[in-house]
Each structure stands twice: as C-alpha cells, then as structure tokens.
C-alpha cells in the first residue's frame, strides 16, 4: 500500500474512533438529549408558575384595593361576619333512644 491510502485508512479510524466517542461516552449525545428534555420539563414547570404567580398578584391587587375581596376572604377562611349580619347555627335535634 502507498502512503496516502495508510493517511486514509488512519484519518477513517480516527474518525470512527471520534464517532463513537461522541455517541457512546459519558459527555455524548444521550446526556445532550436527556438534558434537552429536563430544560422543556423545567420550562413547562415555569409556564404553570407563571400563571399562578400572576393569579396570585391579581389576588394580592384586589384585596389592596376592594373591601369585597377582603370582606370574602374573612367570611370564608376566617368564619366571620358582618356587623349587620345574623349568625344562625342549626343544631340538628338528637334522638332519644328505644
């Protein structure tokens, strides 16, 4: 064989060598995939922080500036009532027994 077809068969040897270095190792392709798709997981997650965060500043916004949030919040998360409101609790009535 010549010299330039030894130059040929060494630059294809490395080459695959580099190929498979690059598909198969550690640092390769598979790693570049996996860590392609936990940044769309990770990005997906951020989306639907996002909404809430901006529900949450909405939230914060009303209950700045309107009573009636303020007034909801407190009778629902609290129990409370208004001051022209009746409280009536039903106690339901017990039997006796036979």
Known sequence: MSGSRWLLVL??????GLQAELWFSDDGYRKTMKLRAA???????????KARNASL????????QGQDAAEERARTDLGMIGEAETFYQ?????????
């Open 57 to 64: 500043d909405a939230e914060v916004i009303n209950l700045k």
């Open 39 to 49: 940044v769309a997981e990770q990005r997906e997650l951020n989306e639907s922080l």
């Open 90 to 98: 039903v106690v339901p009535v017990a039997r006796a027994s036979d």
């Open 11 to 16: 630059l294809a040897i490395a080459g695959l």
